[in-house]
């Protein structure tokens, strides 16, 4: 199976700063990742597929870059509704396999 | 719009079985795999598997093979999760999501939670 791992389980950011989280997956996944945001109490949304392509109606503040087995989901000026749990995602393979989330924290 | 409604939480006792189900409304039900995942308490998500909605079969995920049975009810765009045995580590909350064209999940149900205790 594919490991998909986010090395920090939290960040602390201020409101309006430029915040980026990495992924990084055990094998070449080409540009098959995407990246989910978790609010507390509710549902993962899907943010970012194919690695870089923003999913329909997401702001543009949030970006997400890499291939291979490196990746970065970044939000260029965080706001306060941004608290939440950040996941990346392979789908190039089954078993679709997550990394372990990243919190953000707003200062 | 789309939607992806589940049922409502569970209790359930060790032991005993649980089904969960998920309406989808919106879109063609059958032109789009149906992904299910598991949220324990206060952790990560996990990969269940999905089901063929146009083809019925399923593909379960190692750790999920044996206990857990995903199935349709294609006439009602329904799926359905299905866990027989249930034990205390079955506590979670359990996602239906879609596989959209871009082969990430692109709409999620709401989540049920089931919890197993004696």
């Known amino acids: 199976d594919i490991v998909m791992t986010q090395s920090h389980k939290f960040m602390s950011t201020s409101i309006g700063d430029r915040v980026s989280i990495t992924c990084k997956a055990s094998?070449?996944?080409?540009?098959?990742v995407a990246w989910y945001q978790q609010k507390p109490g509710q549902s993962p949304n899907l943010l970012i597929y194919?690695?870089?392509y923003r999913y329909t109606g997401v702001p543009d503040r949030f970006t997400g870059s890499g291939s291979g087995t490196d990746f970065t989901f970044t939000i260029s000026s965080v706001q306060a509704e941004d608290l939440a749990v950040y996941y990346c995602?392979?789908?190039?393979?089954?078993?679709?396999?997550f990394g372990g989330g990243t919190k953000l924290e707003i200062k | 719009q789309i939607q992806l409604v589940q049922s409502g939480p569970e209790l359930k006792k060790p032991g005993e079985t649980v089904k969960i189900s998920c309406k989808a409304s919106?879109?063609?039900?059958?032109?789009?795999?149906m992904n299910w995942v598991k949220q324990a308490p206060g952790k990560g998500l996990k990969w269940m598997g999905w089901?063929?909605?146009?083809?019925?079969?399923?593909t379960y995920a190692d750790d999920f093979k044996g206990r857990f049975a995903f199935s349709l009810e294609t006439s009602a765009s329904t799926a359905y999760l299905q866990i027989n045995n249930l034990k205390n580590e079955d506590t979670a909350t359990y996602f239906c999501?879609?596989?959209?064209?871009?082969?990430?999940?692109?709409?999620w149900g709401q989540g049920t939670s089931v919890t197993v205790s004696s």
């Open positions: 999501a879609r596989t959209g064209v871009t082969r990430a999940m692109d709409y």
């Open positions: 194919s690695a870089s």
């Open positions: 094998q070449d996944v080409s540009t098959a």
């Open positions: 919106g879109y063609t039900f059958t032109n789009y795999g």
């Open positions: 995602q392979q789908h190039y393979s089954t078993p679709w396999t």
């Open positions: 089901i063929n909605t146009y083809t019925g079969e399923p």
